[in-house]
């Protein structure tokens, strides 16, 4: 396992460089601890990375069923696409109270017209959101990085149709704040890993 950030560290608890991923019944919807049934290649390299992967997912078993669903959707290996569907539907969700939230919080009301596809801005940033902290380290480009291509993808993709006019004062501090949320929600789901990692590398000192 690559001890090199905790994003890295979330996938790699979840693979297994030996055999494909698909290739095991890993009840990861179900959060359950992941006990690896093939006898093959049971060397010293893959009882390490079994062990360290381990400390790994008992860490994310700490974290809220939420937050395990989030970390899933952006960094686990895909296992099926109804699994993946679902990591998907709870990370948005989690977005999107995380932005009513921040709502509430000021006072703020949105008509309803705009409530109605908040739930389409909040899907379209975590997909961006998404690859560009894929791989571990969060330095990927952002896929839609102009308002333009952020329209265009929201119509593409899900048919809903943002008003460019005064698209900072109605829709770019949306994006702005939900970003915001997507970083602070990445640091919730990832400090348990992150402990885990600073344990292996003082132990490694």
Known sequence: MR??????????AFYTPWDSVT??????????????TSSRGNGLGRIAHQALAGKVQHA???????????????????????????????????LESQFNAYLRERGQQFATVKRAVLGFVARGVLYRYRVMVQGGMGANPDPLPSPREFRAWLAG???????????????????QEMFRACDRLDAKALWTVAGVLEGEKALAA
């Open 3 to 12: 001890l090199i950030s905790a994003r890295l560290a979330w996938h790699d």
């Open 23 to 36: 290739s095991h019944s890993i009840e990861l919807a179900k959060l359950g601890q992941w006990v690896q």
């Open 60 to 94: 994310i078993s700490l974290l809220p069923v939420a937050l395990q669903l989030w970390g899933h959707h952006l960094y686990a290996p895909v296992i099926d696409s109804r699994t993946s569907n679902a990591w998907e539907e709870a990370a948005v969700d989690l």
């Open 157 to 175: 993709w899900h048919g809903v149709q943002l008003d460019r006019r005064n698209w900072s004062r109605e829709w770019g501090w949306v994006v």
